[in-house]
């Protein structure tokens, strides 16, 4: 039987997804976290905060009337969960193939996009430095931009944007690439420092230039993929997101970031950007909250 904590986590998913798995959805947990004055030092960690998971109860298919969400539900479904969690959102979703908007809320608003800066740290850096350069401990490029993104290792962040020549170098890079600059600013290259801003448009240009780069299977790889591996192994395991979602974490105080790629069944590739900046709200509620639009967005068709 269900106690009654069981069943309003039930309610609340019932509430915004119509379809889902037969198991249970593992979202990460986080202690929550109080809001912290700009001022106040942040703790120099090497890794993102190791996650844990919560068993949240998912519906299976046969006890819910439909299958998916047709597009002109998409930004209610999404609006949703936003007023629930609360807190500021800057969203963007557009398809690969033909650049179309799935969805959009304040994407070109400046964000503190947290450890999502490290897509752009090693996307310059994948332009700038060659493959076979000895990083450190006789790492090359490849290896150290593995490492970067899958574990989100600030250290080698930092380091990397270090070699670059610093975010001076590192924007004018992007810039080069087609991004816009005014829609990011680098302050570090891990997201450490609150000082990073970025536009979810910003992180989606960039995956987009760097899903045709030369490198792009070394990016691609490097992103941590739902429910398999790196700081997403442990993040929607056992939904219909569970190794389709290929994506960049993101946790400080107060903020959760999501950007990457999602394989679609009707849309192809999808590239995406999700960030939360809350800081009155707890990071298990975000991180849940993120996750809830990444499998609503799974679920949406065209329903032609």
């Given amino acids: 039987m269900f106690n009654k904590k069981t069943f309003i986590n039930f309610l609340s998913i019932c509430a915004i997804c119509t379809a889902g798995s037969v198991s249970a959805q593992s979202i990460i947990e986080i202690e929550p976290l109080r809001p912290i004055p700009q001022s106040t030092p942040l703790p120099l960690s090497t890794f993102e905060p190791e996650p844990r998971s919560i068993p949240i109860y998912v519906p299976p298919p046969e006890k819910l009337k439909s299958t998916g969400y ?47 800066m490290k897509i752009l740290t090693t996307a310059a850096a994948l332009q700038r430095i060659n493959l076979s350069t000895t990083i450190s401990a006789n790492k ?105 979602v290929h994506a960049k974490t993101g946790t400080l105080r107060g903020v959760r970031a999501l950007s990457g790629y999602l394989d679609h069944r009707q849309y192809g590739t999808l590239i995406f950007s999700i960030l939360a900046n809350a800081p009155n709200q707890s990071g298990t509620a975000l991180v849940k909250a993120i996750d809830q639009m990444v499998l609503t967005l799974n679920r949406t068709s065209n329903c032609q």
């Fill in 70 to 116: 047709c597009n002109s539900f998409l930004a209610p479904a999404m609006q949703n969960i936003i007023k629930r969690y609360g807190g500021g959102w800057g969203i963007l979703v557009q398809r690969l193939d033909n650049g179309e908007t799935i969805y959009h809320y304040n994407a070109d608003k400046h964000f503190i996009p947290a450890s999502n």
């Fill in 140 to 244: 090359s490029l490849k290896e150290w931009v593995k490492v970067t993104n899958l574990r989100s290792n600030n250290y080698y962040a930092n380091v990397l944007l270090k070699r670059l020549g610093g975010g001076r170098v590192a924007k004018k890079t992007l810039t080069n690439l087609g991004i816009n600059p005014r829609g990011f600013h680098f302050a570090d290259g891990s997201g450490l420092s609150r000082r990073n801003i970025a536009t979810p448009r910003t992180l989606v240009d960039t995956l987009r230039v760097m899903y045709s780069d030369r490198n792009r299977d070394i990016f691609f790889t490097s992103l941590p993929t739902a429910g398999v591996s790196g700081t997403l192994r442990n993040r929607m395991k056992k939904t219909s997101a569970q190794g389709v």
